[in-house]
């Protein structure tokens, strides 16, 4: 598993330009023999199917494989060769350990009590995903339920995070372009200042989480970004910002995106000028089901001991292993990687990032466990 995430991590592959990595992984599968390989599936993604000895019900076991348009500044053997592009977020060590758990679990095929679907992700940090169309295309027909792991720099290796019910956010993005009405810095009664339409637009936009959501509720705005102006006497005839809104519940989608616009498109029309909002919708919410969750603790317990075992609290990122939840019951969980001797301290996304490779070993136990019982549990 080390040389191939290492592999993986030279030669990285940005979201829907992957072509190397799938066919590597492609190949591997063959060669061990599974009984169906399926590439390009949903575009660049491979499937592959194991038959167990017994019949049962079908499993399914999903990793991650795209990598991030950062320069990778760790000063390691295995630094990305790839000027630009490198591995920030853990997704060649996903690939690798679940390439690690097929290639044992295709050696025991006859003591398997039903089938497990592998499932190698393309293109999960862009929009729209790989996910949503790898299940238009069949990845998850058929399958009776699902797991997946996440790495986690940010806590240390040897534990395990795992929780029912919405555990990741909705994902949501939006644009807002101001239009007012340029002019001299001097004299700006003669002018709609798209600055102060703007300012006052991120102001009151606060107040989606402060007076229009419930307090038991859970919702993010952030402006990301906002820009506007070239020159310090001009007031500038128009802004652009962007961020991101997060939410778990459905109705509080709905909501937030509601009152953005309205608030965006209220205040610049009363200031004088004008707004228009582009709201896209990102990944659904990671909505991990009781039963299911409550196996993968227990093959997480089995795999490391209850001491090292947390119940997870709601996260609002965004993962597009949503799409799989919204089809078949199942669960998403955490493993932590970070360890400061190896210099596994860097958060995701950024240009050191780096894990201890033996959490690998652990999230391939911990979904390999979870997919056993289930089978197990759910056998004729």
Not at 355 to 380: F, K, N, Q, T, Y
Request: net charge negative.
């Amino acid at each position: 598993m080390v040389a191939w995430r290492r592999h993986l991590h030279q030669y990285p592959e940005l979201s829907f330009q992957e072509e190397k990595t799938p066919a590597m992984i492609a190949g591997l599968l063959r060669e061990w023999g599974m009984d169906e390989v399926r590439t390009g599936v949903g575009g660049r993604g491979v499937v592959a199917t194991l038959r167990g000895g017994a019949p049962g019900p079908t499993v399914a076991i999903r990793a991650d494989f795209d990598a991030l348009p950062i320069q990778d500044q760790k000063d390691v053997p295995y630094r990305s060769k790839v000027p630009g592009v490198m591995h920030a977020c853990g997704h060649d060590a996903h690939t690798a350990e679940l390439l690690g758990l097929a290639a044992v679990l295709a050696r025991h095929r006859e003591e398997i009590p039903g089938s497990i679907r592998f499932i190698f992700q393309h293109a999960e940090e862009e929009l729209p995903g790989g996910a949503v169309a790898m299940v238009e295309d069949g990845a998850v027909d058929g399958v009776d339920a699902i797991f997946g792991a996440h790495l986690w720099s940010m806590a240390p290796v040897g534990r395990v995070w795992i929780g029912a019910g919405p555990i990741m956010a909705n994902a949501d993005d939006f644009v807002i372009e101001v239009k007012g009405k340029g002019g001299h810095g001097a004299i700006p009664q003669e002018t709609v200042d798209s600055i102060v339409i703007g300012a006052q637009i991120v102001t009151n936009l606060q107040t989606i989480a402060s007076r229009n959501v419930s307090p038991l509720d859970s919702v993010v705005v952030t402006i990301g970004t906002f820009h506007a102006g070239d020159n310090a006497n001009v007031i500038a005839d128009s802004c652009r910002m962007t961020g991101t809104v997060r939410t778990f519940l459905p109705h509080v989608r709905d909501r937030a995106e509601q009152r953005l616009k309205e608030i965006a498109e209220g205040v610049a029309g009363m200031l004088g000028g004008s707004a228009e909002v582009t709201y896209l919708r990102g990944y659904p919410a990671v909505i991990n089901t009781e039963a299911e969750a409550e196996i993968a603790r227990e093959a997480a317990i089995a795999a490391c001991g209850e001491a090292h075992v947390e119940r997870m609290q709601p996260l609002m990122g965004g993962e597009d292993f949503s799409y799989y939840l919204e089809k078949v019951p199942g669960a998403f969980l955490f493993v932590g990687a970070g360890n400061p001797e190896k210099g596994a301290v860097w958060p995701h996304h950024h240009p050191r990032f780096d894990l201890d490779e033996r959490a690998m070993l652990i999230a391939g136990e911990v979904l390999g466990r979870a997919a056993l019982s289930w089978l197990s549990r759910h056998r004729p």
